[in-house]
C-alpha cells in the first residue's frame, strides 16, 4: 500500500488561477479513502496552503520552507529542522547586500534579520543556482527569480516522516530535486525547470493540465 502522496504546491497542484481544480480533489478524496495520506511541500509558510484546507480537510502533513517545518495536520504539532546561527545570517546578508532578502521564521518573513530562528533565506534576483555549503535552488515567482537558502531539504524532512519506498509523488520544483535521486516513484510535471525533467522520464502533464490529479487516477485504477 502507498503510505504517503505526495505532492509540491506551487507550479504543480495549483493551476495557473491558483486554485485545486474539483476533479483532482475527488481523486485525492478516492486515494485518501484507500488509506494513502497527503503530503504538500511548500517553499513559503504553511499557512497559504492551510487555506485550501479550511472547507474541505484532506491535508494530513504539510512540510514547508523547503524542508525546514514538518507539521502534523491531525495533531497540529510540528517539527522544525536546523536553523541559521547568528554568524551565518551575517554572512549571508553581507554577501548579498546590494540584494533584497527575505528571512522567513516557522511564521513570519523579515526584511530584516529577526531576533526568532530562521529557518529560510530567500534572494531576489538570481537566476542561477550557486555551489553552497547550504540547500539552495531557484524559484520562479511572477517571474521572478529567487535563490531559496536553507539548512534542510525535503528529503529528510520526508524520511522525518516515514519510509521512502512507500511513496508516491509529482514535484515541479528546483527545491524538490533530491526526491528524484532516492525514490523511484516521483513524477515531475511537464511545466516544471529543465534540471528536473533531465533527471527522468516520470513526466506527468503540466499543472494547467491536471498532472497531479493524472497520477493520482493510475493509482486509484
Known amino acids: 500500500m502507498i503510505k504517503l502522496f505526495v505532492t509540491s504546491f506551487y507550479n504543480t497542484l495549483i493551476d495557473e488561477e491558483d486554485a485545486i481544480p474539483t476533479s483532482t480533489m475527488f481523486a485525492i478524496d478516492k486515494l485518501k479513502q484507500k488509506g494513502t495520506k497527503l503530503v504538500i511541500l511548500t517553499n513559503r ?43 551565518e545570517l551575517e554572512e549571508i546578508s553581507n554577501k548579498y547586500s546590494k540584494k533584497e532578502i527575505t528571512y522567513y521564521t516557522s511564521s513570519n518573513v523579515f526584511s530584516t534579520i529577526p531576533q526568532e530562528p530562521v529557518y529560510k533565506i530567500e534572494i531576489k534576483g538570481i ?22 537558502i536553507t539548512k534542510n ?4 524532512a520526508l524520511e522525518y516522516i516515514t519510509d ?33 525533467k533531465e533527471k527522468t522520464d516520470n513526466i ?13 487516477k493510475s493509482i486509484i485504477k
Request: aromatic content about 12%; glycine content about 4%.
Open 45 to 87: 509558510l504553511e499557512d497559504e496552503v492551510i487555506y485550501y484546507n479550511h472547507d474541505y480537510p484532506f491535508i494530513d502533513y504539510i512540510i514547508s520552507l523547503n524542508g525546514s517545518r514538518v507539521l502534523d495536520m491531525k495533531t497540529n504539532k510540528s517539527k522544525e529542522f536546523l536553523s541559521f546561527n547568528k554568524s
Open 127 to 148: 537566476r542561477k543556482n550557486i555551489d553552497s555549503k547550504y540547500e539552495t535552488s531557484i524559484f520562479n515567482r511572477n517571474k521572478e527569480y529567487f535563490l531559496e
Open 153 to 156: 531539504n525535503f528529503l529528510s
Open 164 to 196: 521512502l519506498k512507500d511513496i508516491v509523488g509529482v514535484i515541479g520544483n528546483e527545491s524538490d530535486i533530491k526526491l528524484l535521486d532516492n525514490s523511484k516513484n516521483i513524477y515531475v510535471v511537464r511545466n516544471a525547470p529543465k534540471v528536473l
Open 204 to 216: 506527468t502533464k503540466s499543472n494547467k493540465h491536471k498532472g497531479v490529479e493524472n497520477i493520482i
